[in-house]
């Protein structure tokens, strides 16, 4: 999340899920996929930055 940490803390950018097993210190309010969909950890991830308006 490091190259995206700038972008979430400015409010330019929304984060929906992390995707390791427990919660972001950075960003406890952010559910996981494991808590989503259970028994889901991803070791890597890719981000996907939209505009605004984006459905």
Do not use: C, H
């Amino acid at each position: 999340m490091a190259s995206a940490l700038p972008f979430l803390d400015q409010g330019r950018a929304k984060g929906i899920v992390t995707t390791g097993r427990e919660r972001s210190e950075e960003f406890p309010d952010l559910p996981t996929l494991n808590e989503l969909l259970g028994n889901f950890e991803v070791y890597f991830w890719t981000s996907f930055f939209v505009p605004a308006g984006t459905p």
